[in-house]
């Protein structure tokens, strides 16, 4: 590119810059108008009379709810903690509670006297979403969707969401202005349900092209979510230049200095370019003028340059390229390989590309804030030592850099190792979610004592936040209920209290018999911090009946959780479901939990079938099969229950395509995603799911297939390897079919409940 062409560039920049859209400064007449607009899409009218009061100033996040005689006036220092104060209130009361399954509002009856004080946050932004959420959730959503979401953000108190959406339309006019082609831009973006790690730079091409209509529709939608977040106060964490660039550009540009890394999880490989080539700030600085060009000014911007991709080191960048990486549980010891760098080469390296990376972001936003996520930091811990981690961090001002640390679920000891990130603002929280996949587990014991303690902890440093960051939304809502009530400090007096409040907002009223089931439910799926199954042997799947099969199933651990406990939840929540039956929550959380408990018996089920068949105990092995196949079947007929299934799934990708081709594509994609995925490395299942359509019609199936080629070889040779391999066929033919699934929710689901219970004692 000639000096003219950049002189012409940062002028237009400049220019965009100024006439942009800003970040939203709430008045006082705006704020408040965005509150009560949020409130009356969540609650109707049942706070119409409310008077609402923004009142800014310096100290933590806080609101406060007063009233009398029916009249409630609500006050705080954003629209976001207007929204947050009125749902606490609402909740507390009884009255009111919003979940991903779905609300329940009480219209009827004069509120409530309250005087709540003045309710503060110790932590000063609370953070929401992943990156992968933005593959393994929202790829088909439109604004209504995104509506809601937003409405969910605002009255959980969230102020910092991730902002992912339209930037491939960014991505696309930047790649054209350093000269890629279309037919180049066709190969290179990948599919709309693989776009996370696509710009994280772990794929390229994957499952494209991606529909010039999808960047086109994702472009709007995210001119409507700023505006959203921004007319309540929330600052949205943006993108930002991470340095991987496509592979026609690496072929374009021979002098450039650009790496190519690893192949991740058995895709091709991807290129990254030096942040020390000029090109690096160039291609940087114009992406955050098209963007402001496109989507206004931010603050935070999000430049993950190493998500489970090692920085090259060595001069040939060969320790980049030829090393396996990852999350530890996904990848065996065996298939690492060592690669020798020098320790004070590797800190100064580190130190170089901390530091060309804030300046990537400050040449064109010099007030801006570069966002990592500090993923890596545990995935990778072999690499990220502490001393690399500082080394890392070290030449970024302090108040420029800010560390999401996201799995304290998964590696809790990240931040202590770090130091608090050496004196960087940074985040606290957890992932509890991967993949999108949804056992039912978290832990409320857990949260009510580690978030208040890491706000309260001496050594915090620079802590800015709390925050939960799931790959995937829509299951274990009563997690998220609860982490963000102990972010605001609430809820913090005794687990069994918390529960009461929440069955009876949740579910309209509640008994001690209630609470009591509801105890017995925290003992036996809720105390669980995460969910080890989910990686095996490098077999990914939230069960082991999601698994792609495996004769070597004896060695599959023990589940987490209490089995005891579930089991006399189940029971003792079915109990109450006459009393409950109206109640479309209650009746999704009880099918939620039997659902779970069944899905434990079929892998204890399924290690008895091997073990039979292995052993030429061919009754035996039947009959266990004839357990598995008559409980998977009423699991899927239960899970109809459930706001998503296969068929909706699928139905929302097709609804998103402008043509019959895009829709076509669409539904492959998401077809691969929650079953395949793609490459040929571990990712198979990492996005299981228990839906409807998904039991009956893909883990039975595929189960029955191998226990068939089992049974056959008897006491035996039994050529896993081959049977393998064309299970493996059978699923690409199962995504490629074009079957059509539909939504079946059951007649009477508290009948289907006490009938898997009774199928459940019968396997006993």
Known sequence: MTADLNRRQALVAAIAAAAAPSAFAASPASGTAAAKASLDRLFGKRLAGAALTLKSGAGQPWYSVTGKGGQVAIAGDSPVALVRGAYAYLRQAGLAHVSWEGDRVAQGGVL??????????????????????????????????????????????????????????????????????????????????????????NIEGYRAPLPTNWIDKKKTLQTQILGRMRSLGMTPILPAFGGYVPKAFAQKNPKARIYRMRPWEGFHET?????????????????????????????????????????PINADGADARDAAYGDGTANTAATKTKVEVDPALKAQRLAAYGKAIYDSIRQARPDAVWVMQGWLFGADSHFWDPAAISAYLSRVPDDKLMILDIGNDRYPAVWKNAKAFGGKPWIYGYVHNYGGSNPVYGDLDYYRQDIPGIAANPDKGKLAGFGMFPEGLHNNSIVYEAVYDLAWG??????????????????????????????????????????????????????????????????????????????????????????????????????????????LEIDDQLQIAVAAYRAGDVAAGDRARARIEALALRIDALLGVQPETLATWIDDAKAYGDTPADAAAYVANAKAQVTVWGGEGNLNDYASKAWQGLYRDFYLPRWSRFLDALKAAGTGAFDEAAVTKDGIAWERAWVAADSVYRREPPADPVAGVRGLIARLDQAH
């Not at 009223?509 to 509801?518: F, R, S, V």
Request: aromatic residues 16%.
């Open 112 to 201: 409530p006297a309250v005087a709540t004080g003045k309710v503060e946050t110790p932590f000063r932004h609370r953070a929401y979403l992943n990156t992968c959420t933005y593959g393994y959730t929202t790829p088909w959503w439109g604004w209504k969707r995104w509506t809601r979401e937003i409405d969910w953000m605002a009255a959980h108190g969230v102020d910092m969401p991730l902002a992912m959406e339209g930037q491939e339309y960014v991505w696309r006019a930047l790649w054209r202005e350093f000269g890629l082609s279309e037919a180049e831009l066709a190969d290179y973006f990948s599919g709309p349900a693989f776009t996370p790690w696509h710009r994280m730079g």
């Open 271 to 311: 290129y990254w370019l030096d942040p020390a080539d000029p090109l690096f700030a160039r291609i940087a600085g114009r992406f955050l003028a098209l963007y402001t060009q496109t989507y206004g000014t931010g603050t935070y911007y999000l430049a993950d340059s190493f998500n489970e991709m090692l920085p």
């Open 490 to 599: 609430a809820g913090q007096d005794s687990t069994a209290a918390w529960l009461s409040t929440y069955a009876r907002s949740r579910y309209g009223e509640t008994t001690p018999q209630l609470d009591a089931a509801m105890g017995l439910l925290v003992q036996g799926a809720y105390s669980t911090r995460y969910w080890s199954p989910r990686w095996w042997k490098s077999k990914a799947g939230a069960y082991l009946f999601f698994k792609r099969p495996t004769a070597g199933v004896a060695d599959f651990p023990a589940h987490p959780g209490d089995r005891a406990k579930l089991d006399a939840a189940v029971r003792a929540l079915t109990a109450q479901a006459d009393a409950y039956a109206d109640q479309p929550l209650f009746v999704l959380d009880l099918v939620d939990a039997t659902r779970h408990l069944a899905s």
